[in-house]
């Protein structure tokens, strides 16, 4: 079967930028919209540059912190959305990236607001 001549292929940068206009869009809103964006991102987000998912993922860990992610369940939804951005990085609240904890004998220590390793 082919595909109708009205059909528009989207390349990837349009693709790019569909994903993080919804994203920013959805981020906050207490309706369908995060569950959406989620599913999209699940979908798509492979073709996000890596600096791009980082973004991604300090929006959201600023929205959690604010108190401006929405409702339990979209904090929730967030939090998935931010994992699978990271990837196998642990997330990074905003204490732990602008301070660095080390103690004279080089030790990592946990840090006194998330509880991650830094």
Do not use: N
């Not at 790019?16 to 798509?44: E, Q, W």
């Not at 860990?61 to 990085?89: F, K, P, Q, Y």
């Amino acid at each position: 079967m082919s595909v109708p001549t009205w059909v528009h292929r989207v390349t990837q940068p349009e693709l790019i930028t569909m994903l993080v206009m919804s994203f920013r869009y959805a981020l906050g809103r207490r309706s369908t919209a995060p569950s959406a964006v989620s599913d999209l991102l699940r979908t798509y987000g492979s073709v996000l540059p890596p600096w791009q998912k980082e973004q991604i993922a300090k929006d959201i860990s600023s929205a959690i912190e604010g108190g401006l992610a929405g409702d339990t369940c979209d904090e929730r939804t967030w939090r998935e959305v931010r994992e699978r951005m990271l990837g196998d990085r642990p997330p990074e609240c905003e204490w732990c990236r602008d301070r660095k904890l080390v103690l004279d004998d080089d030790r990592e220590v946990p840090c006194p607001k998330c509880g991650g390793q830094k």
